[in-house]
């Protein structure tokens, strides 16, 4: 989808079409656009610029605060008449789809018939403001590198007929996965550009990026059927971008405190341990803070709660009397509960759950029964956060 954010607040709001319009995380002059449309665009406006910058550099743009949970269902009603039209084989994002082409559409003529059929059916059925670049390759890769070669409202193709010259005006990192990091690495290897990075044997990718991911990507983009794969999931937790009244140091802690509920309540419904916590701060002036501690593997709230603790306490002479941007916890190196092994002097039998977190599964069976927040905890704040508003 093309500038979908902005896009979205401009199908909704008619007066601001052909307007330089701008979606932000926070509502204050201290936030950043996280997202741009096109007429906001043309003035150098894009994901990152600051509220302050974009009213220099644009005049006239209209800011308005991100509404994420509007955006999933505005993703939901396309990803519905893109599924009535084609075979939708994932939803990869709020603004991005991957369809799989069968059948006439695995021709080049057929698949420009599909996607011309299917800009019709968005432009009538869930708005004219709402127009997508599509891109056609032999593989994920090469369809999604395709799909950004021609915007707004475009349609590109890669295959091996026309790779790599159709995309060496590229820079290495101008490619989905590429890095700035991972592209000085190609460079101290003597890659520098695109048609150097297609030729490469994908052994020696694999070299490069230390990990089969670089020899997946290299033959990935040379055309081959490399497939998705599944992720695994790392961890759970989340991060707040924190309103005006939560940045102070104390209401970020109990903010703090209401993500790692939420987390943990996750991990356990999932059936699964956590054997390692950080919390990550991020201040005004620029400065962030990462800190982690290890576990035994647990699924406790009150023993995430109290690593969480003392990783403030660690963090507090920086951030005493500063004012926080965001705050986010990390519950990582997850396994399943039933695979925790026992503890002999615990004692504690294989998969068998501690007291805490027993008593942390029965606050869940409550807060499920008579409604969130029945228990706590302690003292938490809880942020929903600009992105859940709408």
């Known amino acids: 989808m093309n500038s979908f954010f902005a896009s979205v607040e401009q199908q909704l709001d008619p007066a601001l079409r052909s307007c330089p319009v701008a979606i932000t995380a926070l509502d204050s002059d201290h936030g950043a656009c996280v997202a741009a449309s096109y007429e906001a665009k043309a003035f150098g406006v894009k994901t990152g610029t600051s509220v302050r910058d974009a009213r220099l550099m644009c005049p006239g743009i209209v800011f308005r605060p991100s509404r994420h949970r509007l955006y999933v269902r505005i993703n939901l009603r396309i990803a519905d008449v893109i599924d009535r039209y084609a075979e939708l084989e994932r939803i990869r994002s ?33 708005g004219a403001c709402l127009r997508f670049s ?41 490619l989905p996965g590429i890095s700035r ?37 290299v033959r990935a983009l040379q055309g081959m059927p490399v497939p998705l794969v599944e992720t695994k ?13 939560f940045r102070g140091p104390w209401a970020a802690y109990h903010v703090s405190r209401w993500l790692v509920e939420k987390a943990a309540m996750r991990l356990r419904r999932e059936g699964r341990v956590a054997a390692s916590f950080s919390l990550t701060l991020r201040l005004f002036n620029g400065l962030r803070l990462a800190g982690s501690l290890r576990c035994s593997a647990t699924q406790d709230t009150a023993e995430f709660l109290r690593m969480n603790r003392q990783l403030w306490r660690i963090s507090w002479p920086k951030v005493r009397g500063t004012k926080l941007m965001s705050v986010g916890v990390q519950l990582g190196d997850i396994d399943l509960l039933a ?51 709408g």
Do not use: Y
Request: avoid cysteine.
């Open 233 to 245: 999931r790392g961890g759970f937790g989340s991060s707040k971008v924190l309103a005006p009244e």
């Open 94 to 126: 709020v603004d991005e789809f991957q369809v799989a082409l069968s059948g006439d559409a695995t021709t080049l003529d057929g698949a420009k018939l599909l996607v011309a059929r299917l800009k019709t059916a968005v432009l009538e059925e869930v």
């Open 134 to 174: 599509a891109g056609i390759g032999p593989n994920h890769l090469l369809a999604k590198i395709a799909g950004k070669l021609e915007k707004p409202d475009g349609f590109r193709w890669l295959s091996s007929d026309n790779m790599p010259d159709a995309v060496a005006h590229l820079a290495l990192d101008d």
């Open 339 to 389: 695979n925790r092994s026992g503890d002999l002097f615990g004692p504690l039998a294989p998969a068998e759950r501690t007291p805490g977190e027993r008593v942390s599964a029965a606050a869940d069976f409550i807060n499920a029964r008579f409604g969130p927040d029945t228990i706590r905890f302690g003292f938490n704040q809880a942020h929903p956060g600009f992105f859940e508003k």
């Open 181 to 217: 990091a991972m592209r000085e690495r190609l460079e101290r290897a003597s890659v520098r550009d695109i048609p150097a990075l297609w030729r490469l044997d994908p052994r020696h990718a694999r070299a490069i990026w230390r990990s089969v991911e670089g020899e997946r990507f």
